[in-house]
């Protein structure tokens, strides 16, 4: 449903009528049905849905620190959003799922006090979300295009290093090169685990950088002699 309100073009109501609040399945305690299917897409559209579903996902970027994470946000939060309904008259789309997003983040469930400190602090990250993003909606978009792009160069930096490091049999590296990814940045933990000497580990980080530094070359149209150094 989601994915067919952002085509098309329903026009708004005229200036100064309200819309009808779209109550969500949970308070429904049922699928909607095709009338009320049919109303809330129209109401997405009517309401810039791509536009905010960008904003949000921004948002989320901003939390989560990763795409994929920005990603499972928004779409958890776009689940919540049929669950539990919207009232356009009372807030903007792009500032309900940003608030959506923020209660999937937060996992706030419901006690009065966590509540409130939970508003407090999410009104804080949107002052600063929105310095940030006073911008076009195609400036956030090329932004987070941007940022998407980062994020898959470095991954394609990763499976360049390994695949030089198997070609090399370099395994202390391809074991630091595992371990750095699961979150382990501690080489005496590194050597613990895996049985070897911790001082293999820092001799490693030498052939690691030599590494590096071709691939970088490499990147540059610069080709460095293999095998120097030891």
Same mark, same amino acid.
Not at 67 to 78: F, P
Not at 92 to 100: E, H, I, N, Q
Not at 159 to 175: C, G, M, P, T, Y
């Given at each position: 449903m989601l994915a067919r309100a952002a085509m098309g073009g329903t026009p708004a109501p005229g200036i100064g009528e309200p819309w009808a609040p779209v109550i969500g399945t949970d308070r429904l305690r049922r699928p909607f049905t095709d009338d009320e299917r049919s109303y809330f897409e129209k109401v997405l559209r009517a309401h810039d %849905?791509? *536009?905010?579903?960008?904003?949000?996902? +921004? %948002?989320?970027?901003? +939390? !989560?620190?990763?795409?994929?994470?920005?990603?499972?946000?928004?779409? #958890?939060?776009?689940? #919540?959003? /049929?669950? @539990? *309904?919207?009232?356009?008259?009372? !807030?903007? +789309?792009?500032?309900?799922?940003?608030?959506?997003? @923020?209660?999937?983040?937060?996992?706030e469930k419901g006690e009065d006090a966590r509540r409130q400190q939970a508003e407090e602090r999410f009104a804080l990250e949107m002052k600063v979300h929105d310095a940030d993003t006073a911008k076009s909606t195609e400036q956030l978009a090329v932004r987070l295009a941007d940022e998407q792009a980062e994020e898959a160069h470095a991954r394609?930096? /990763?499976?360049?290093? =390994?695949?030089?490091?198997?070609? =090399?049999?370099?395994? /202390?590296? +391809?074991?630091?090169?595992?371990e750095t990814l699961a979150g382990e940045t501690d080489m005496r933990k590194m050597a613990q685990k895996s049985g070897r000497d911790v001082q293999e580990f820092y001799a490693a980080s030498k052939r690691r950088a030599r590494i590096v530094a071709e691939l970088l070359a490499e990147d540059n149209g610069v080709t460095q002699d293999e095998g120097k150094g030891s």
């Open positions: %849905f791509n *536009g905010a579903r960008r904003y949000a996902l +921004l %948002f989320a970027r901003r +939390l !989560a620190r990763s795409n994929a994470g920005a990603q499972d946000l928004l779409g #958890r939060a776009l689940l #919540r959003l /049929v669950r @539990w *309904g919207w009232n356009p008259n009372e !807030a903007t +789309l792009a500032k309900r799922l940003c608030r959506l997003v @923020w209660s999937e983040w937060t996992h394609r930096m /990763v499976d360049r290093l =390994r695949q030089r490091l198997i070609e =090399r049999k370099d395994n /202390v590296n +391809l074991i630091w090169l595992d």
